[in-house]
């Protein structure tokens, strides 16, 4: 029987209280490249994992909105704990694409099934006793170590038509983990490597890559399903969830930072050498203006997300510029932060090196360069077509 949906948290409370706990084992999390399990569980108690999960198997059904504050809040502390948090959230609402049994073995122990994967093209799969013939590898797939399903991307070969790409959702028995996570960055986020070996995926258990580009859910009902955002196309919100751990890094930098300014300008004597209080009032204006000019952008790409009518071409379009330059602004900021933290703030011992550490390496991911998603852009903005 599916669970009777639960009240939502209210996100500020839940992800303060996550951020501090992060914040606490963010040390310890980075010398074992994985995330503290008491912070794991400290997330899914506060609903990121069911946050898009369907009504109807005791989820949110959730929209986009909400989660800027809660995912930024933890980030401010921890990216790489809100970076994790993102991971659930998104690899959720993937498996809400998944036809109505699949969706039902997911979710059969509650909507808290934590869910990660990666949609990079590293797996192929052979139809096989109505169902698929998986094996892969993939790497790079964040929080792994705690996970309970992964959802991993193949391309599905079958006689007499083209390869078809197709997303295959494997249970935590079922994969092997190599950790092979070793980035200066995000090191908490413990991104190893999933290997999956001549594994049988029933058909209930995939689905094409298309319906989750195209934001399609199954005709059974799934993403969408009681309100969750449906219709949205992936690369219309993809890079959100990779820009909201971002500027919760950044709005922690600038508050450590500022922390640090005041110090400084109170220590401040005349004569003493020191760059003197405009350096101050410049840097804190221009760090702020551009990470408070990066939130407008990622908080209109998600009242676009949840606004329920169809989402262009340019708006999708817009959404993957808008995130890359979010992206080059945040690094920005930070860095303008930490090089005016003096050589304190680049202590090992002082969270905003670790804060810019994570910020550079978030910054590294193929969905936020920028190069690409300014071509994408142009071409729906200024279409080249006959004279």
């Known amino acids: 029987m599916p669970q009777q949906t639960q009240s939502a948290p209210e996100p500020a409370l839940t992800a303060r209280a996550v951020g501090v706990l992060a914040a606490d084992r963010a040390e310890a999390a980075e010398a074992a490249r994985s995330l503290d399990p008491d912070v794991v569980r400290a997330l899914l108690d506060a609903g990121f994992a069911r946050h898009f999960v369907p009504v109807a198997h005791g989820g949110h059904a959730g929209g986009f909105g909400a989660l800027t504050g809660a995912v930024t809040t933890i980030g401010a502390s921890c990216p790489a704990t809100a970076w994790c948090a993102s991971i659930a959230l998104s690899l959720s609402r993937m498996a809400g694409f998944l036809p109505e049994e699949g969706r039902g073995r997911i979710w059969q122990d509650g909507p808290d099934a934590l869910v990660v994967g990666s949609v990079s093209p590293r797996g192929r799969a052979l139809p096989a006793d109505g169902g698929w013939q998986l094996t892969g590898t993939w790497p790079y797939v964040s929080a792994v170590e705690h996970s309970d399903w992964a959802l991993v991307l193949g391309l599905a070969k079958t006689p007499d038509a083209p390869a078809e790409r197709r997303i295959f959702a494997v249970p935590r028995s079922a994969y092997a983990i190599e950790r092979t996570w070793s980035d200066i960055g995000m090191r908490a986020s413990g991104s190893h490597t999933l290997t999956v070996d001549d594994l049988h995926v029933p058909a209930e258990m995939s689905f094409p890559v298309d319906d989750l580009m195209a934001g399609r859910p199954a005709a059974d009902g799934g993403a969408g399903a009681g309100g969750a955002a449906p219709g949205v196309p992936l690369a219309a919100v993809n890079g959100l969830f990779f820009c909201l751990p971002m500027l919760g890094a950044a709005e922690g930098a600038l508050a450590h930072w500022s922390a640090y300014a005041q110090d400084r300008l109170r220590a401040e004597r005349p004569g003493v050498p020191g760059p003197g209080r405009a350096f101050y009032e410049e840097t804190l204006a221009r760090a702020g203006g551009e990470i408070d000019a990066a939130r407008l952008l990622l908080e209109r790409i998600a009242a676009v997300a949840d606004s329920g009518r169809e989402i262009t071409a340019l708006e999708t379009a817009r959404a993957q510029r808008d995130c890359a330059l979010v992206a080059d602004l945040l ?25 810019w550490r994570d910020v550079h390496s978030a910054a590294g991911h193929i969905v936020l360069q920028f190069g690409p998603n300014a071509s994408a852009y142009a071409a729906q903005a200024l279409p080249v077509g006959p004279a």
């Open 331 to 355: 690094v920005g900021s930070v860095d303008r932060l930490f090089r005016a933290s003096g050589t304190a703030g680049h202590s090992e011992s002082s969270p905003l090196q670790r804060l």
